[in-house]
């Protein structure tokens, strides 16, 4: 990805468990591409994300059983190192602008060391009182690149 377009926008999504909410599917219309970092549990629920957007980025959680997807993945987009994994690992991956992450079922914004931390929180089945969460990582070429959680 060389000439950065005007926009990008990316859906990031986590945690689906073999659910997939309506209202994911209206949010993510026109993005670009589609991350999930995890626990999905049935393929059919990546082919609702590739119905929307056949760009599509997985890596497997700790209940993604009979799929085959890697662990983690790193993935640069237009100036910026994305690091997906869906638990949080206990050493953060050198020369990476952002960790993207599930597991938790909590939405997460945080910058540490220089590291933007990004969890989209659970999109089809949140615990410990978090509410249904979806994320975008979205580029402009005026501002860079900014991370936004929506509630579903």
């Given at each position: 990805m060389n000439q950065p377009p005007p926009s990008y926008r990316i859906?990031?999504?986590?945690?689906?468990?073999?659910?997939?909410?309506?209202?994911a599917s209206e949010l993510l219309a026109g993005v670009d591409e589609i991350w999930h970092?995890?626990?999905?549990?049935r393929e059919s629920i990546l082919?609702?994300?590739?119905a929307i957007c056949p760009k599509l980025e997985v890596v497997l959680g700790?209940?993604?059983?009979?799929?085959h997807y890697p662990l983690?993945?790193?993935?640069?987009?237009?100036g910026k190192r994305f690091y997906l994994i869906h638990i949080l690992p206990r050493e953060i991956p050198d020369s990476i602008d952002f960790l993207c992450y599930g597991h938790t079922h909590r939405p997460d914004q945080t910058i540490?060391?220089?590291?933007?931390?990004?969890?989209?929180g659970s999109v089809g089945s949140p615990t410990k009182g978090a509410p249904a969460s979806l994320g975008f990582l979205e580029y402009d070429s005026s501002?860079?690149?900014?991370?936004r959680i929506v509630l579903i």
């Amino acid at each position: 990805m060389n000439q950065p377009p005007p926009s990008y926008r990316i859906g990031v999504i986590a945690d689906s468990h073999n659910q997939w909410p309506p209202r994911a599917s209206e949010l993510l219309a026109g993005v670009d591409e589609i991350w999930h970092l995890g626990d999905i549990c049935r393929e059919s629920i990546l082919d609702e994300a590739r119905a929307i957007c056949p760009k599509l980025e997985v890596v497997l959680g700790n209940n993604d059983f009979d799929l085959h997807y890697p662990l983690s993945r790193t993935l640069e987009r237009y100036g910026k190192r994305f690091y997906l994994i869906h638990i949080l690992p206990r050493e953060i991956p050198d020369s990476i602008d952002f960790l993207c992450y599930g597991h938790t079922h909590r939405p997460d914004q945080t910058i540490k060391n220089g590291v933007q931390f990004f969890n989209p929180g659970s999109v089809g089945s949140p615990t410990k009182g978090a509410p249904a969460s979806l994320g975008f990582l979205e580029y402009d070429s005026s501002h860079g690149w900014n991370s936004r959680i929506v509630l579903i």
